[in-house]
């Protein structure tokens, strides 16, 4: 079922903050990588290394046998995979689809079974670790659809992420997502709380990471966001904005399933009062500001 990697074309659908060093590493690995773009300023650093520009996605879709898709939203995904000039509709039989993007898992699950009516392969592939993983090569890979389909695809995912896990069937990798995001939304506002105490009692916040990130309080978001809080550090690695709809995708579906998640409401609230205060472009370590400000 596999394709020889000699013989594989990359799609790449997505260039933003963590799309565009994904693609970089196909570059790097000596692949055919055809991108497209909304915007496509944001995919120059790709184009002058290598890669081949695709005016649509129609066109990329055509060309592509292994396409990967790291959009925004939900509403994105839907109209990049199944609109009528989309990657379904254009895709040659035999063509294995990969969504990155955090979206719904019943979207995920709807685009597998329309992509199986066309002959095409399909994964729902959301990831963890920012743009540093991004960009190194280190991203956790959580991947939703069939075995065979996931084995054939394991050798894409391993130039991208070294940590790759096959949860289940469609929509599977993006429940899992959602668990890592409720995870996450709590434990901003701990690592938040605890700056701003650490201040506040005339403590230096740099050492007092070095104490607690080593310890139980340790966490991703103390060891690589807390730093940047404290230099005043607020470029994106992963937007306000994009954690706000991963939470909104997460609290939908905990309620379809009865289960109540009052943190992640909570976290969800917080970084909705920041994003109307400007800070939707930011990276979601801006949260430190909701409470530098009360």
């Keep these: 079922m596999a394709l020889p990697v000699s013989e594989r074309i990359i799609g790449f659908v997505g260039t933003g903050v963590m799309g565009k060093s994904m693609a970089n590493h196909f570059l790097q690995a000596g692949y055919t990588v055809l991108v497209y773009t909304r915007t496509k300023e944001k995919a120059a650093d790709l184009l002058a290394a290598g890669a081949i520009w695709k005016e649509h996605v129609s066109e990329l879709a055509k060309e592509a046998n292994v396409i990967i898709t790291m959009v925004g939203y939900p509403s994105d995904v839907e109209e990049v ?28 699950k709807h685009i597998y079974e329309e992509a199986k009516k066309h002959e095409l392969h399909s994964l729902d592939a959301p990831v963890s670790g920012g743009d540093v993983g991004a960009r190194e090569a280190r991203l956790t890979i959580m991947v939703g659809g069939d075995q065979e389909v996931f084995d054939a695809m394991e050798p894409v995912f391993t130039i991208m992420g070294t940590n790759v896990v096959l949860q289940g069937g469609p929509g ?9 995001q409720i995870c996450i939304a709590t434990n901003m506002i701990g690592v938040c709380e605890a700056i701003a105490y650490a201040k506040k009692a005339g403590l230096d916040p740099e050492k007092v990471l070095t104490s607690i990130g080593a ?17 005043g ?3 994106p690695g992963f937007y306000v904005k994009h954690f706000i709809k991963d939470m909104g995708i997460a609290l939908e579906a905990a309620e379809e399933m009865g289960l ?34 009360k």
Excluded at 88 to 100: E, F, H, Q, R, S
Aim: one cysteine or more.
């Design 260 to 293: 109540m998640t009052p943190g992640l409401a909570l976290s969800k609230s917080l970084y909705e009062e920041l994003a109307a205060n400007g800070e939707a472009d930011s990276g979601t370590q801006a949260l430190i500001k909701w409470f530098e400000g």
């Design 81 to 108: 995979y199944l609109g009528a000039d989309g990657i379904v509709a254009n895709a040659k039989p035999g063509t294995y689809l990969i969504d990155m993007t955090t979206s719904k898992p019943s979207l995920a």
């Design 172 to 180: 599977a990798g993006q429940h899992t997502k959602m668990c890592n």
């Design 215 to 231: 310890g139980a309080a340790g966490s991703w978001s103390l060891s690589n966001l807390a730093p940047r809080m404290i230099a």
């Design 233 to 235: 550090n607020f470029a």
